[in-house]
């Protein structure tokens, strides 16, 4: 089962039936397919699930119907145990862009991690997990996969956010800040917290 985020409405992707989901539909039939899409878009909905066959793979079936877009960042850490958040459109969030050309994601999220907080030296560990999200752009659904690895850094030197990515700030947030920024964050990134940063604390 994968959780996938519609403008914030939870999208299941499962091969049996979900007994929170307000709709299910089946991946055969396109055409409910994105009618679910644009209902939890919208809000009409809160949560709906796509059903798959047992011999499918659901996020490579998503292809069929959706533009892929792979994307990489980190969860960096300090000598401190701090934890390293961006603050951009009014949300907490972590550091993360698209793959480019001919990019791995390891490569992709350094990269991105270096570019959208200003840190110079990181070393890059472990990939922890994934998230998924969809968003409308051009009149066309996007599937956006995002990789997420563990990072540190020992570097204890000033940051700044790479303003043209609309980055307000940078911020090392220690772990009782960090409960109150996830009070204030995207679905995914609570998701990606509660469920790998916590199991591993």
């Not at 119907?65 to 960096?76: D, E």
């Not at 270096?114 to 990939?127: A, S, Y």
């Not at 409308?136 to 540190?152: A, G, I, P, Q, R």
Request: glycine share 6%.
């Amino acid at each position: 089962m994968y959780k996938v985020f519609v403008n914030e409405k939870l999208l299941v992707l499962c091969k049996i039936r979900v007994s929170t989901s307000e709709r299910h539909v089946h991946f055969s039939d396109k055409e409910s397919v994105l009618k679910l899409v644009d209902d939890l878009n919208s809000g009409l909905l809160s949560e709906g699930a796509i059903l798959f066959d047992a011999k499918d793979v659901p996020l490579t079936k998503m292809a069929e119907y959706f533009k892929i877009v792979q994307a990489a960042g980190g969860i960096v850490t300090n000598e401190h145990k701090e934890l390293l958040f961006i603050f951009r459109n009014g949300k907490w969030d972590l550091p993360k862009g698209k793959l480019e050309k001919n990019e791995g994601p390891r490569f992709a999220a350094v990269r991105e991690v270096q570019e959208e907080t200003g840190l110079p030296q990181v070393h890059c560990g472990k990939l922890l997990s994934a998230t998924y999200h969809m968003y409308k752009l051009k009149s066309k659904y996007h599937f956006k996969v995002t990789y997420w690895y563990e990072m540190t850094t020992l570097y204890q030197g000033k940051l700044k956010g790479q303003a043209e990515e609309g980055i307000d700030f940078v911020r090392w947030l220690n772990p009782n800040q960090t409960k109150i920024a996830m009070r204030n964050t995207y679905k995914n990134i609570y998701k990606l917290f509660t469920s790998t940063l916590e199991a591993e604390g």
